[in-house]
């Protein structure tokens, strides 16, 4: 079997508002948010899809280009089969940009497990577990909408909220208090300050305020680059710490590792590579006694499938994921939805990564951008 082919399509998802002032967390608004489809023919006729799912700069559609330019000349003639031997070749040529190495990779899964005949997680260890428990975000908002939300996610049957934190420490506890009353004791509540603390004092500061409201976990407190700042924290914070956007490749995970700048460590698709190079997280941390998480860029369909499958088959898997991205849209451009039911996640039925797109929802997310 040989790639014939790479196509790399820019799309514009319809994000939802959330409180009537669309996606605001610690690091800014999200908006305008562009991905991309990464389609790769085979001349067996078999194909396979995967996503370029990125909110930071360049965003997933602008990294469709380095799909085209850089990693289809030297694909193309390439066994799908061969992994591990393609991300060699695109870590040769294309530094960094790790989403678009990641929808190539997911793409590359899906055709092997179409041309076996079985789904992905079996290409990653077989099953685990059967479904994964999920954490669903609560973005900005007056501490009233936060908590209505929340208790409308634990009636839905989620049984961990994230809430999004660094709106000052008296709201950030007004926000915990309302939320803690709303949903009971039984309901697991971590944060999420993606990197809005600037000194040690003030997370540490806000993290003391935040006791009382028995926080789960507490995620990337400090920017990405302080790891010596977030080693310290771990170290002297009663509430446990989880690196996000400090872990992107394996090589970042081990300094994090390394320098002990996180109790939890939350794993990427998109920014690890791919599913080849997220498992290789997945394995290290469990190696260094780490447990982990997943956590969402937030994918479409195909990118939480392949969130999915990733988590069925990882046993250091200890935490509820973020494996819910496809929520945060108002519709998704799948045939069939991803099956979520009482805040789990199950993974789509079928060879490959099992899913199917509505062309039709696809071509109107195309439409967004060039109009």
Known sequence: MRITKIEAIPYAPPLRNFFGSGVKLGFGELKNIQFGLVKIHTNQNIFGIGEISNVFSPNGGE????????????????????????????????????????????ALYDIVGKALGIPVYQLLGGKVRDHINLSYSIMFGEPDEMAELAKELVSDGFGTVKVKVGQGIEKDEAVLKAIRMAVGNKVNIRIDANM????????????????????????????????????????????????????????????????????????????????????????????????????????????????????????????????????????????????????????????????????????????????
């Not at 290290?284 to 369909?301: K, L, R, V």
Request: proline share 6%; net charge negative; with cysteine.
């Open 63 to 106: 990294q469709c280009r380095k799909v085209k330019d850089i990693l289809q000349p030297i694909l193309v003639g390439e066994d799908p089969r061969n992994i591990a031997r393609i991300h060699n070749l695109m870590n040769n040529v294309l530094e960094g940009m790790e989403p678009a190495k990641a929808g190539v990779d997911i």
């Open 196 to 371: 809005s603390w600037k000194t040690i004092n003030e997370a540490l500061e806000t993290l003391k305020k935040l006791e009382p409201f028995s926080i789960e976990l507490a995620e990337q407190p400090l920017a990405d680059n302080d790891l010596e700042g977030m080693a310290y924290i771990t170290k002297h914070s009663k509430i446990p710490i989880m690196a996000d956007e400090s872990v992107w490749t394996p090589n970042s995970a081990m300094k994090v590792i390394e320098k002990k700048s996180a109790d939890i460590i939350s794993v990427y698709v998109s920014e690890a590579g791919g599913l080849f190079r997220a498992s290789q997280i997945f394995s290290m941390c469990e190696a260094a006694n780490i447990p982990n998480t997943i956590g969402s860029m937030p994918e479409t369909g195909i990118g939480t499938a392949a969130q999915i499958h990733l988590g069925i088959a990882m046993s250091n898997l200890q935490y509820a994921s973020d494996c819910c991205g496809s929520l945060y849209y108002d519709h998704d451009f799948l045939k069939k939805p991803i099956k979520i039911i009482k805040g789990r996640a199950y993974p789509p039925q079928g060879p490959g990564l099992g899913i199917e797109l509505d062309n039709n929802i696809f071509k109107s997310w195309c439409n967004h951008i060039n109009s």
